[in-house]
């Protein structure tokens, strides 16, 4: 009985860790989306040094989702990364908390002084952004 419950929780893992990365890039593509932060990443006199968006890597994520914006897929970057390619335009992702149905997410765009949280819900096995809100330091 033991050998035949550990085969089927190991066959469950790599569902259950696929449904996570899911759900983690859902989170995340909400976030880059809120209206209120576009303006931020499309700035006229700096638009070529904010393409691709360019998120810090974290082990609060997997850096191999293929997100995109703007046309173009969201680089994942190191802080060694970014410090040796001198970019000053990401974002770095402080919490991403999934807890059943519930996700909060805490951001910052340091180069705009902007931090963003965000509660998101999941719905009928889709996420819905249900509240944020947008801080200038």
């Known amino acids: 009985m033991r050998l035949i419950l550990s085969i089927f929780f190991v066959s469950l893992a790599p569902l259950i860790f696929a449904q996570q990365k899911q ?12 209206t209120e932060i576009q303006p931020y990443f499309q700035k006229a006199d700096c638009a070529e040094n904010r393409k691709p968006i360019v998120i810090q890597a974290s082990d609060l994520f997997p850096t191999d989702m293929q997100l ?5 897929p969201v680089k994942f970057m190191t802080v060694e990364e970014l410090s040796d390619a ?6 770095t992702f402080d919490t991403l908390e ?3 149905k519930y996700a909060l997410a805490i951001f910052r765009y340091t180069i705009e002084g902007i931090t963003v949280t965000a509660n998101l819900e999941k719905f009928n096995g889709k996420w819905v952004m249900k509240e944020y809100t947008v801080t200038k330091a």
């Open 23 to 34: 759900d983690t890039h859902d989170i995340i593509n909400h976030c880059l989306n809120i």
């Open 68 to 72: 995109i914006m703007f046309g173009e």
């Open 98 to 100: 999934v807890s059943g």
């Open 86 to 91: 001198n970019v000053l335009a990401y974002l």
